[in-house]
Structure formats: C-alpha cells, structure tokens
C-alpha cells in the first residue's frame, strides 16, 4: 500500500521567503509527527498530532515554525522567514495510534536549502 | 527517555550475520526498545521492536538481555543493501493509548562489505 509521502521532495529558498511543506500520512493513521534532520545528525523531533490536534510542539525551534493538520489527515509544516540555519530534511511519520507503542512510518523527506 | 549508546561505526561481509549492540542501562519497566534503520536519502524504516522477549520477524532478530539494559538486533544474512545508519532507540509506552515521540541518537553505521 501507499506509504507516507511528502513534498516537494526538495525545496530551495532565498533567506526571508516562507517555505509550506506537505505531509500526506498513510490513509487512516491517526498520529502524526514532525522531525527536522541536519546533515550527519539523527533526526530530532519537532511536532506531534493526534488526528486535529497538536498535542505536542516542544520540539518547534522558534515561533517562525508553525504546523497544522486542520481535517486531521494531511499535514503542513509552514517555515516563515527561513534561515540558513533552517537547511535540513524535514521528515514526517505516520502511525496508527489506536494501539499504543504502534511503530511510526516515515516519508523520505522534504531537503530543504535555504540560500 | 532513557538514552541508548551504540558504537560509531561496525562492518561485516556480505552474507554473514550482522550483529549490532545497544546499551539501555536507565531503561525503565514501561519503555520498549525500537530499532530503525536508514538509507542514505531515504527517511528511517522500523525493523522491529520489543519489551522484554527476544523478538523475530522478516527483517531480523531481536535479542533483549534479562535485565534489559541491553540488547543486540541481528540481520542474519547481510547484504550490500543493509549498509545503512541503524538507531536503536527507548520509547515510553503511554497508558492513555496515545503515541509518544522516538527520541533519535546518532546510530550506528553499518558498512556491509563484498
């Protein structure tokens, strides 16, 4: 079946532009997640949903990152006035969340080049 | 969460068994160990998890010690296309049935080799 799938697949951005990336979980996945990857890192976790709601965003780096999932199904990760520092892969997963401890299923990612 | 220590890197021939080890030695009784794995330019790829049994499915084998601060995943028969980072990670199972985070480290990566 369908995995998670995100796009673009690559994003290049001039410093200061807005940048929207979009997540499309696997059909029917309640939980929804977020994670930033920089190069030669592990990815570090950013946001959380539970069908609409955000129940966890701690992992946000700053108020210019702002995530939504308004009908509980697909996703976007909204980057306002990027950084280079904001250079990275932005990674979504999906898990069933009806059975605690479900395994998350990830995108391949979103590269996203601030220059 | 707890935190898990893996070594940087590890090798091993093709065809042979790749044995990769983590140490969890704050792991607490409501925590899983979860194993990823991840292809350069792809995002990470469960393999498998457990709580305290040893655990097999198509992928590889988990081997959990009796104190659990411990575990050891096991690719049986390793080929070129395991060569990947592998992260084995502590997951805190909740008991409102809600998901809670992975928490990545660095991993380990494996170079399978000719």
């Known amino acids: 079946g369908a995995g998670v799938s995100q796009s673009p697949r690559y994003k290049v951005a001039k410093r200061g532009q807005d940048v929207a990336l979009r997540c499309d979980p696997i059909s029917g996945h309640v939980s929804l997640f977020w994670y930033q990857q920089a190069l030669g890192q592990g990815p570090e976790f950013l946001t959380y949903f539970q069908n609409e709601a955000q129940l966890d965003k701690s992992g946000l780096p700053s108020d210019r990152f702002f995530a939504e999932r308004p009908e509980g199904s697909v996703s976007t990760l909204k980057i306002q006035r990027t950084q280079q520092e904001d250079s990275a892969v932005y990674l979504c997963?999906?898990?069933?969340?009806?059975?605690?401890?479900?395994?998350?299923?990830f995108g391949n990612g979103t590269r996203l080049t601030v220059t | 969460d707890a935190k898990t220590t893996q070594p940087p890197s590890m090798d091993c021939a093709e065809g042979r068994a790749a044995n990769l080890p983590c140490n969890h030695s704050?792991?607490?009784?409501?925590?899983?160990v979860y194993w990823y794995r991840q292809i350069h330019s792809q995002g990470p790829q469960y393999i498998i998890h457990g709580l305290k049994n040893n655990e097999t499915n198509e992928m590889a084998s988990l081997i959990i010690t009796e104190d659990r601060k411990s575990s050891t995943l096991i690719l049986p028969h390793a080929t070129l296309r395991d060569t990947a980072v592998y992260y084995c990670?502590?997951?805190?199972?909740?008991?409102?049935?809600?998901?809670?985070?992975?928490?990545f480290g660095k991993g380990i990566t494996l170079s399978v080799r000719p």
């Open positions: 990670i502590v997951r805190v199972a909740l008991e409102t049935g809600a998901n809670s985070k992975l928490t």
């Open positions: 704050t792991i607490s009784g409501n925590e899983y």
């Open positions: 997963a999906s898990s069933q969340g009806q059975v605690h401890n479900s395994p998350l299923h």
